[in-house]
């Protein structure tokens, strides 16, 4: 299985930006997709998606979250962070079955 | 709006087994795919298996092999997930979730069940 890893946690000033990573055991890249999604999940609720194949906004998400990263590293970019953006973010990637999260990263407001 | 409504919570025996179910709305539900996640308590995503609606063909983890049965009801729009032989460790939230359009990754999250396994 494609492990992972994202740091638990992450704490940045209001107006700031976060940046939050990834890396996948192995590549999540093929010659035409890189095959890494970003997730927000706030407390009690259920998971939203926010970036797909890496870089692609999801429909209704704020232009303050970007995603960016190939092969084996990547990064979702919140900038500037607001009060709002509270929450753990997963990515997890496509790139073989069985499909796979990272552990999340929580993300509070210093 | 795409919806994706599931059934409520539930408490069941160790050794039983239950089904909840996804009713999905306001798209072609023959058209996409649907997955379902397993969320413990404090931790992070699982996912358990996949179903195509539109012609009932399944994949799913490997670990969840004989744990999970994924079926769809095309009738009514409705995707199930049976889960067997439950223990402690079945204790979670399992959430539905659309298949995107151009891939496999989530769209659309039902609001998800929580089974809590006990005697």
């Known amino acids: 299985d494609i492990v992972l890893t994202q740091s638990p946690a992450l704490a940045v000033s209001l107006g700031q930006r976060a940046t939050i990573s990834c890396r996948a055991s192995?590549?999540?890249?093929?010659?035409?997709?890189?095959?890494m999604h970003w997730y927000q999940q706030k407390p009690g609720d259920q998971p939203k998606l926010l970036i797909y194949?890496?870089?692609n906004l999801a429909s209704g998400i704020p232009a303050r979250f970007s995603g960016s990263g190939s092969g084996t590293d990547f990064t979702l970019t919140i900038n500037p962070v607001q009060a709002d953006d509270v929450a753990t973010y997963y990515c997890?990637?496509?790139?073989?079955?069985?499909?796979?999260f990272g552990s999340g990263t929580k993300l509070e407001i210093k | 709006q795409v919806q994706l409504q599931q059934s409520g919570a539930e408490l069941v025996k160790p050794g039983s087994s239950v089904k909840i179910s996804c009713k999905a709305s306001?798209?072609?539900?023959?058209?996409?795919?649907m997955h379902w996640i397993k969320q413990q308590p404090g931790n992070g995503l699982e996912w358990i298996g996949w179903?195509?609606?539109?012609?009932?063909?399944?994949k799913y983890n490997q670990k969840f092999n004989g744990k999970a049965t994924l079926t769809a009801d095309k009738s009514s729009s409705t995707a199930y997930m049976q889960l067997s032989s439950l223990t402690s460790e079945d204790s979670a939230v399992y959430f539905c979730?659309?298949?995107?359009?151009?891939?496999?990754?989530?769209?659309?999250w039902g609001q998800g069940v929580m089974v809590t396994v006990s005697s």
């Open positions: 997890q990637q496509s790139r073989e079955l069985p499909l796979t």
């Open positions: 179903i195509y609606p539109g012609n009932g063909n399944t």
């Open positions: 306001g798209y072609t539900f023959t058209s996409y795919g």
């Open positions: 979730a659309r298949q995107g359009n151009s891939g496999y990754y989530f769209d659309y």
């Open positions: 194949d890496a870089s």
């Open positions: 192995q590549s999540v890249s093929t010659s035409s997709y890189t095959l």
